[in-house]
């Protein structure tokens, strides 16, 4: 059984690892020729995920054709504004019996695709029922210690989705499965966005409270959306839907979070994306989540106000303020009060 990893980020990264403990051979694929040779050299990944040892049986290469060649399974985990482009170079040296598994967590800003979609739409048509998401609370550094998680692989094949789970599993690495790919990937997208915005809570010193409600009503909008493009209202309660969001709006290690916080603190969006080489998926996706709740009217205020702060130049406090005096609202949209009565 061989695995091709293809992106060799932090999660990229730790997912090689996982595999090649499950004893399946790992081939990595890194953009780079130099980060390839840095973890050959180091057997570590000192760019996007130091002090953890890479396992000596993965073969890293940046030749996308080597490393593809004759992999049962082609695990993408490159950020998803490069997912089309990479998709349409590696098409022609999967086999015909793989199964292809998006890791991600993105949505593309011009034409909102799923990473699951981007897959379908730019691989030779074979693989369209051999697709896979693999998604959930699931820190890179985290895994790579060996603590225990919990993912979820979603396909709308109930071989496939088995298949990634059976790969995957193991004593700290556990993973359910689920055929609502539309609800596990947005999931996994939309939390980036306000894990953005607790971020921002936390740079401009607000408390718990609000990164509760934060999460809470942030649950409530993707859930709204995600129904609205036929994913199932269950999911959102899961681990790629509440799971992930409780994990990144609340870890030290999330990307987004931490840009959030800077932002929140008075740095620009510019000034936080130079300043790191890691990906920060939930920028893109503000922007994609907005456009596509517009078009879909669907209302999604914490977005929106995300929008108007990375693309707009809103003050965080002022989109705070925004948030806060909207007009009262129920809490839960289709729960209404009993007939009222005079008193
Ligand atoms: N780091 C984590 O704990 C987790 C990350 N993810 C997702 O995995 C995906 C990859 O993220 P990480 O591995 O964390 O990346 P990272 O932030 O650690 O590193 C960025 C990676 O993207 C590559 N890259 C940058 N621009 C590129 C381009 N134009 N074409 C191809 N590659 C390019 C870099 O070479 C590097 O490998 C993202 O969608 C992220 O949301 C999902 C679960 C956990
Ligand atoms: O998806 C993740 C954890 O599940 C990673 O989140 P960040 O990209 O914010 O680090």
């Known amino acids: 059984m ?29 953009r780079r020729a130099e980060l390839a040779e840095e973890i050959k050299n180091y057997r570590e990944n000192r760019t996007y995920l130091p002090g953890v040892k890479i396992s000596s049986s993965i073969n ?42 998006s890791a991600s967590k993105g949505l593309e800003s011009d034409t909102f695709r799923r990473m699951s979609q981007v897959l379908a739409d730019e691989l030779p048509s074979r693989f369209s029922e051999r697709i896979a998401v693999l998604s959930g609370p699931s820190h890179a550094e985290e895994v790579s210690k060996e603590l225990p998680t919990t993912v979820v692989a979603a396909s709308a094949k109930r071989q496939v989705a088995e298949q990634v789970q059976d790969i995957f ?7 359910y499965t689920n055929p609502d790919v539309v609800g596990v990937e947005l999931g996994g ?20 409270n609000t ?20 994913a199932k209202p269950a999911t959102f309660g899961g681990l790629s839907g509440i799971g992930d969001l409780i994990v990144t709006c ?23 994306v130079e300043s790191t080489k890691m990906v920060i998926e939930g920028i893109n996706t503000t922007k994609a989540a907005y456009l596509l709740a517009n078009k879909l009217h669907i209302e999604m205020p914490i977005t929106e106000q995300a929008y108007e702060v990375l693309f707009q130049n809103k003050s965080p406090l002022d989109a705070v303020s925004t948030l806060m005096k909207r007009q009262g609202k129920h809490e839960i949209e289709d729960m209404v009060f009993e007939k009222s009565v005079e008193w």
């Open 2 to 30: 061989k695995a091709a990893v293809v992106g060799a980020g932090s999660w990229g990264t730790t997912l090689a690892n996982v595999l090649a403990q499950n004893g399946i051979t790992v081939a990595l694929w890194a």
């Open 60 to 101: 890293v290469s940046s030749d996308l054709e080597q490393v593809i060649h004759d992999s049962n399974y082609v695990v993408m985990v490159v950020p998803s504004h490069s997912m089309s482009a990479i998709c349409r170079q590696l098409g022609k040296y999967i086999i015909d019996e793989a199964i292809i598994i």
């Open 169 to 175: 599993m193991n004593a700290y690495f556990r993973v």
């Open 189 to 208: 997208a939309l939390k980036n966005v306000i894990a953005i915005c607790s971020g921002i809570s936390d740079g401009l010193g607000f408390g718990d």
């Open 211 to 230: 990164r509760a409600a934060l999460m809470t009503r942030g649950i409530a909008e993707i859930t709204r959306l995600g129904v609205k493009l036929g």
């Open 250 to 272: 609340s870890s030290l290690y999330s990307r987004n979070r931490r840009a959030g916080m800077e932002i929140g603190r008075g740095k620009t969006v510019k000034e936080v």
